[in-house]
């Protein structure tokens, strides 16, 4: 998570932004988008639809800024569920296919590690204060893979080779159980 | 379908995370219109689930991105930006254009002839490449000038789905299109309807942008800017 000074920094320059001042948006853009563009490249999984979906969502942000508020998370968090939004319809309407040979998937039989990087897997879930050790394997891997790749519940059915049904309950539950343990 | 809390929440993650898709994810859509408290949840979790995407690593973006962005917020940025200075092709547009089109102005020597308006001429060239791409003067008659004459030396044609396209680029406002230009010999004479050519008169500066076959739709240049030339009063 990014510091609390940063998120000052960002909150300031958002508000810049919200009135039209074009210095402040070139500075936001060289300060956040390696990272939304870090989220968007791991989503779409390829570069040009990661591109198109940065640019559409930076010209969102400009067009949007004024409608930023504290209830919507920190600016940071505003700004990457903009590119995460921006990314997903793109991978839907150009019915891009996750592909199964997918090198995320390639640890899919390994019960330990689950469908995702360890890394990825091991900071998720110390953002999420822990609460995703409390799901199930399935559970898990269903909702990271959503999340980090945009698999549809078909595509998660055939990369971890379970019913359709099965996975939507797997991700209805899980989301139920995170829900109660962030709560806390 | 009715909205109880409990549909709400799971409705609100599941479109949060994404696995909500199609009709159900338009219908939800509705809901957070008409409703503060969807809003809410969904905000909720946008904001829990942004600490996920906040460890992805992050990738810095090809620079022509930033170009693309600018370009289509402000279009007249980048032309007022051209007639003031070339500045504004690097790093924006420049790192769009095609490797090494680096450009200058260079003059022509011509008599000029009792005109109404001095004669404007200029050159399009390329580094590294021998003699002008294209030359351009101004032509006209009784006095009148209204005609621009485009004459491709060394140019070569633009890929077999792209043509070029020439642009006056006032000091205010958007490209001017003289539209599409050949390469080979033939000679293109442009006629110059009076607002282009005050126009022309005032800023100078014309540009050639890659646009696909048969010009650009939109009005505004659409692809790279190859190159920026200033004409010059003989």
């Known amino acids: 998570m990014l510091e609390d000074s940063t998120q000052n920094e960002l909150m300031v320059l958002l508000s810049s932004v919200a009135r039209q001042d074009r210095q402040a948006f070139q500075r936001l853009y060289e300060q956040v988008s390696g990272r939304m563009f870090g989220l968007c490249k791991r989503l779409a999984g390829q570069q040009e639809l990661a591109e198109e979906a940065l640019q559409d969502a930076f010209i969102r942000i400009w067009h949007h800024a004024s409608e930023y508020h504290s209830d919507r998370g920190t600016p940071m968090s505003w700004m990457m569920t903009i590119a995460r939004y921006r990314t997903l319809d793109l991978i839907r309407a150009r019915k891009v296919r996750q592909t199964a040979g997918d090198d995320a998937l390639n640890s899919v039989e390994d019960e330990r590690s689950g469908p995702l990087e360890a890394s990825l897997q091991r900071d998720g879930s110390a953002a999420l204060t822990g609460c995703l050790d409390e799901l199930s394997p399935g559970q898990r891997d269903s909702i990271l893979l959503s999340y980090y790749r945009g698999f549809t519940h078909d595509e998660l059915s055939t990369a971890l080779s379970t019913p359709v049904g099965t996975v939507k309950s797997w991700i209805r539950r899980g989301l139920q159980v995170l829900k109660r343990c962030l709560e806390k | ?234």
């Open chain 2, 1 to 234: 379908m009715r909205k109880t809390p409990e549909r709400i929440e799971g409705l609100a993650a599941e479109y949060v995370l994404g696995s909500l898709q199609g009709s159900a994810r338009k219908r939800f859509e509705r809901w957070m219109m008409d409703s503060y408290r969807v809003r809410q949840e969904v905000w909720f979790w946008e904001e829990k689930l942004s600490g996920l995407a906040e460890v992805v690593p992050a990738h810095e973006p090809p620079k022509r991105i930033w170009a693309a962005i600018e370009q289509h917020l402000w279009p007249e940025k980048i032309a007022t930006k051209a007639a003031s200075g070339f500045s504004w092709l690097w790093p924006s547009w420049g790192l769009m254009a095609t490797a090494a089109a680096i450009f200058m102005a260079v003059m022509l020597v011509q008599q000029p002839e009792q005109e109404r308006y001095p004669l404007l001429s200029g050159a399009i060239v390329q580094e590294n490449i021998k003699g002008p791409l294209w030359l351009l003067s101004e032509a006209g008659e009784n006095g009148e000038t209204n005609r621009l004459r485009l004459r491709p030396v060394a140019a070569e044609a633009a890929q077999p789905d792209r043509d070029y396209e020439l642009w006056v680029v006032p000091e205010e406002g958007q490209p001017l299109s003289l539209g599409v230009i050949p390469v080979g010999d033939d000679v293109l004479q442009i006629e110059l309807n009076e607002s282009v050519r005050a126009a022309l008169e005032k800023s100078r500066t014309l540009a050639i942008s890659l646009e696909p076959k048969g010009g650009s739709t939109t009005g505004a240049p659409t692809g790279p800017i190859l190159h920026v030339t200033k004409l010059y009063e003989l």
